[in-house]
């Protein structure tokens, strides 16, 4: 189906998939936070109608028939395609996508204000809901951007005590006013210590995928703790096998989410419960925000809006 975008948000993804030094698909088009209106059907597809609107992500499509696409988790078919990356993405007036891989987009929710729940929201969500769950547990995060803003509300909403570390007192600022109990400058403290003093955390979610930040990650964890690793880069990291092995330390990756997840973040989000800082840019200046993005100096998220 052939989808007029009315506005596209910009993901870190976005930086990961430009660092590629190869890309199987070249010209490539970016942009997988995608919202807009259904104009055109190609022949045979269901599941949308002229005139719906729907925001697409970072999956484009996959098999439809392995095991994993039918128990219904087809961000792990290994045939899977990506929204800019294997096909032309969002950062475009328009764009094409297969419905089935798409969110409904609630009426309550602008086109901007919906982009990043496309991704941003599915992935943080995902991660939260794979944490170890109780009200006395606590979740530590990792990098306080648009994901780690958004995995704090989702914390919060199922009863969990957040601990938010970064560099930037300013998004420490909003983390703690999103509703995180510690917050930690890592460029001031040490985070492992701090998380150590109240016996470590139950899980650590880490949205910057630098390896140091893994370590601290890893090591903030108490015993037979989860390490969720969601942040991407090319680079390799090392943790302890010792610490490992005899603290029992669980280690898993944590990639976008299931479509009955998608579907649950978008009626979270229309119900006022979750909110993402979300500013505008034009497809001219977008490169300007990418910079900003790689350089860390945006307060949320950011999005091109289309006229």
């Known amino acids: 189906m052939l989808v007029r975008a009315e506005a596209c948000g910009l993901c870190h ?21 995608a919202v807009g209106v259904v104009e055109q059907l190609g022949e045979g597809v269901e599941g949308a109608s002229i005139g ?11 098999c439809g028939r392995c095991e994993a696409c039918l128990m219904s988790h ?11 990356f294997h096909v032309d993405g969002g950062f475009a007036e328009y764009v094409v996508a297969r419905p089935e891989y798409c969110a409904r987009i609630p009426a309550e929710l602008s086109p901007v204000a919906a982009a990043p729940f496309c991704c941003a929201g599915w992935t943080a969500f995902h991660a939260v809901a794979q944490a170890e769950s ?3 547990s606590w979740l530590a995060v990792f990098g306080v951007g648009g994901l780690g803003q958004l995995a704090i509300q989702y914390a919060r909403l199922n009863g969990l005590r957040v601990a938010a570390v970064d560099v930037n007192d300013d998004k420490l600022a909003t983390a703690k006013s999103l509703g995180a109990r510690i917050v930690v400058n890592s460029t001031t403290q040490d985070p492992v210590a701090a998380l150590q003093r109240i016996g470590g955390v139950q899980t650590a979610v880490s949205f910057v995928g630098r390896p140091d930040v893994i370590q601290q990650a890893a090591q903030s964890l108490r015993r037979n703790g989860l390490l969720l690793l969601v942040g991407l880069d090319h680079t390799d990291f090392q943790l302890s ?5 005899l603290h029992q330390v669980r280690i898993a990756g944590s990639f976008l989410g299931n479509p ?15 909110a993402i800082q979300t500013d505008t840019c034009s497809l001219d200046d977008l490169p ?8 860390g100096r945006l307060p949320g998220r950011v999005a091109v809006k289309f006229a």
């Not at 719906?52 to 996959?62: K, N, P, S, V, Y």
């Not at 009955?260 to 979750?274: F, G, H, P």
């Open 134 to 136: 109780g009200s006395k």
């Open 74 to 84: 087809p961000e792990l078919c290994p045939r899977q395609q990506y929204t800019g």
């Open 288 to 295: 300007d925000a990418m910079e900003d993005m790689k350089a």
């Open 13 to 33: 993804s976005d930086l990961f998939v430009q660092s590629h030094d190869s890309l199987p698909k070249l010209p490539l088009t970016l942009g997988h936070e």
């Open 241 to 245: 096998l010792v610490q490992t092995v």
């Open 52 to 62: 719906d609107r729907l925001g697409l992500t970072f999956l484009h499509g996959a």
């Open 260 to 274: 009955a997840e998608l579907a649950e973040v978008m009626e979270i989000a229309a119900r006022k419960e979750t």
